[in-house]
């Protein structure tokens, strides 16, 4: 230590010389700079002029290079005497920091050090101690201040010291920092919970001043180990927002990344850095909870044994607590990195992301989903976020372009599951706001759920096809997109000759052209025929039911689509021809939900027409084999036509089967059916009577 103070006396010394006759050094220095080089006169002779001619005698602009000549010299021997004396200085500060390790012990001063920093010791020499970077005299001050720590008297004594001593290597940043470790230290000792956890906020002021001198990760892993979430959260924050005081970084993310913007990209990397010590301990919290679940099940009965301390935390409430406390921020990068990492693979908790209130997580969501082309996972994302927040218009406008979204990984089932999404969250808007313009929408969306449950049909109808390179090629293509009704008109349902599918789409359009429904219904039926050829008659009449009775609770209502007349005539016609039950069309037509005084007045009209068809397939009373089932039916359960209904409806059953009986007696005897429907004629003409009377 003396050794060490004599050198660094003279070292003083010397500065102290060069500092007082600076002005004559750089004198001297000027007048030797001056006199060489000794043709400097000749050289100024035989000087270029601009015109490129020569001139023999010294001109204004020799005399100019002549005083810069001299100045640029004066200026090179000041700087290079600055220099001489600041590396003095320097090695001064080195001198006394190691005259007050010394002074310390300095072997247990040393002792303090890692391994990697007591290797560097060892080889140190003091030209690469004092030129070179501070990371090893930072080192040796901060073991120096660790060996009394927890004093702080002493600390701030040495802390006072070295600022004095070493003002270059134990900066006014230098010795904050080490005050707020101190404070750490002093808190990993404390047994009380209130006072740690006031030494752990006093040690955050102290860091948040001097985020850019500390080493973040360290300094937060110390907290880690205390528990101390909220200065993790803080510090982390705070470190960012200093390395990016102007916000470079979010406009840099605003503008689409753009690559020429360096300052922006280097701004984002800084504060990236900063928030990766949160997500990191997120990362680990979440990682720990995962583990604790996975051992959760004894190996064998009875309680686990494990140390109470094991189970005092728990990751999980941990790693809420510090995500709450981590979406309080008002740092909007900040929150962009956040929710990136809730749904980056390797932490997967996108279910997490729309649980959270946030002012900026709108935001994000659009703004992601315009950065990624293959965009659906954050488009339902968003739809979700929306429905949750009472946003029904929003989630239906997501919806819908999630229903209509180019990808050859969905099928036409999800299309048509978002469309029918978005028409309740439509509805739902609608329930609680009056604007016309969700009206509208709504009818659009109700529209185009029409149009893809036709589309989905006309799908299915292809899948039951034999599988060849055409029908396999038109599935995909639905699959692909939802199409208009012209399309799927033209380049489905007509090539392929689907009868279903045309009359849904000609219902759906509002196109009415008699003739050609007409036709389709006729297609429907003999498909439906031709399909069940080769089954027994209960089944097919079975399978015609159940196929008309479908589609009449679809079109029923509309006459225009669903012409009961003509219906009730061609089927009629077919169960003539098959022999099928008298009472089978209108059994099937009251399923559909025609009424009794309907079907009555359309058969009587059928009977009137005395159509030849009957005649020619040897069953000319056919329509009266029908009538007197219909209304036999209708005594058995009279109570299905309405009160209101019933008297006038009596009355003209009994003036028509009157009329029909006169009409048998002027009948060939030899006529088919002609006693049993007379028979049954009169006796339905007693039981009307009888319900009259009742």
């Not at 038109?474 to 349902?493: Q, W």
């Not at 008699?514 to 399909?531: A, C, D, G, H």
């Amino acid at each position: 230590a003396n050794e060490l103070a004599i050198l660094g006396e003279q070292l003083l010394e010397l500065r102290t010389f060069l500092n007082i006759n600076k002005d004559f050094f750089t004198s001297v220095a000027f007048d030797r700079s001056h006199a060489s080089p000794s043709n400097l006169h000749q050289r100024m002779l035989h000087f270029m002029r601009p015109d490129g001619m020569q001139t023999d005698s010294p001109s204004h602009v020799q005399q100019s290079l002549l005083n810069k000549y001299k100045t640029d010299a004066h200026m090179m021997e000041s700087h290079s005497l600055n220099n001489i004396c600041q590396l003095i200085s320097h090695c001064c500060e080195c001198l006394s920091l190691w005259k007050l390790l010394c002074e310390h012990q300095f072997d247990l001063v040393a002792n303090g050090l890692d391994q990697t920093q007591k290797k560097i010791l060892q080889s140190c020499t003091f030209r690469l101690f004092s030129t070179g970077d501070k990371k090893l005299s930072s080192a040796m001050i901060n073991s120096l201040l660790a060996r009394y720590a927890g004093d702080s008297s002493i600390t701030d004594s040495l802390a006072a010291r070295l600022r004095q001593l070493a003002p270059s290597l134990f900066s006014q940043e230098d010795a904050i920092a080490s005050k707020a470790q101190e404070l750490v230290t002093m808190a990993t000792a404390m047994q009380s919970p209130m006072e740690r956890w006031s030494m752990l906020r006093d040690s955050l002021k102290l860091y948040s001043e001097v985020t850019q001198q500390i080493n973040l990760s360290i300094v937060c892993d110390q907290y880690r180990a205390l528990l101390y979430y909220e200065g993790i959260v803080e510090l982390s924050l705070c470190s960012g927002t200093q390395t990016d005081p102007q916000n470079l970084a979010l406009l840099y993310y605003k503008s689409g990344q753009p690559i020429e913007d360096s300052a922006g990209q280097q701004a984002l990397s800084r504060r990236q850095e900063s928030y990766a010590v949160i997500t990191g301990t997120l990362g680990q919290l979440l990682s720990q909870s995962k583990t604790l679940s996975s051992s959760s099940i004894p190996v064998k009965p009875g309680p686990k044994t494990s140390d109470i301390t094991e189970q005092k935390n728990d990751p999980m409430k941990d790693f809420e607590m510090m995500l709450t406390l981590s979406l309080r921020s008002d740092d909007e990068m900040f929150h962009v990195t956040l929710y990136s990492w809730l749904l980056s693979d390797s932490v997967n908790m996108a279910d997490k992301l729309i649980e959270i209130q946030s002012p900026y997580i709108e935001e994000f969501l659009q703004y992601t989903s315009t950065l990624q082309q293959n965009n659906g996972f954050v488009l339902d994302l968003l739809w979700r976020y929306y429905e949750k927040n009472k946003n029904y218009l929003a989630a239906a406008k997501i919806l819908d372009q999630l229903a209509h979204r180019d990808s050859p990984d969905m099928i036409l089932d999800q299309r048509l599951e978002y469309i029918s999404r978005a028409v309740m969250c439509a509805k739902s808007s609608g329930a609680l706001t009056s604007v016309s313009g969700e009206g509208e929408f709504l009818h659009e969306l109700e529209e185009k759920m029409e149009v893809a449950r036709i589309q989905l049909s006309i799908l299915e109808a292809l899948r039951r096809f034999s599988s060849s390179r055409h029908i396999d090629s038109a599935i995909k293509m639905l699959n692909t997109e939802l199409m208009d009704v012209s399309k799927l008109y033209g380049d489905f349902a007509e090539p392929f000759d689907l009868p279903e599918c045309k009359m849904s789409i000609v219902h759906c359009a509002g196109h009415y052209d008699p003739t050609l429904i007409e036709s389709l219904w006729r297609e429907i039926i003999e498909e439906e025929l031709k399909s069940s050829l080769q089954q027994p008659r209960e089944v097919r009449m079975q399978n015609m039911s159940n196929k008309l009775i479908s589609l009449g609770q679809l079109y029923s209502n509309n006459e225009r689509y669903f012409p009961t007349k003509y219906l009730i005539k061609l089927l009629e016609q077919h169960c003539c021809q098959l022999h099928w039950e008298p009472g089978f069309v209108p059994l099937m037509f009251r399923q559909i939900g025609i009424s009794y005084p309907t079907l009555f007045t359309l058969y009587n009209g059928m009977f009137n027409e005395k159509d030849t068809f009957w005649q020619s397939t040897g069953h000319p009373l056919h329509i009266l084999l029908v009538l007197l089932a219909l209304l036999t039916s209708y005594t058995n359960n009279p109570s299905l036509v309405s009160s209101y209904e019933k008297p006038s409806f009596i009355t003209n059953i009994l003036d028509k089967v009157g009329r029909y009986l006169v009409e048998l007696q002027t009948m060939n005897p030899a006529t088919p059916d002609l006693t049993s429907v007379t028979t049954g004629l009169r006796n339905l003409e007693r039981q009307i009577q009888t319900l009259m009377k009742n």
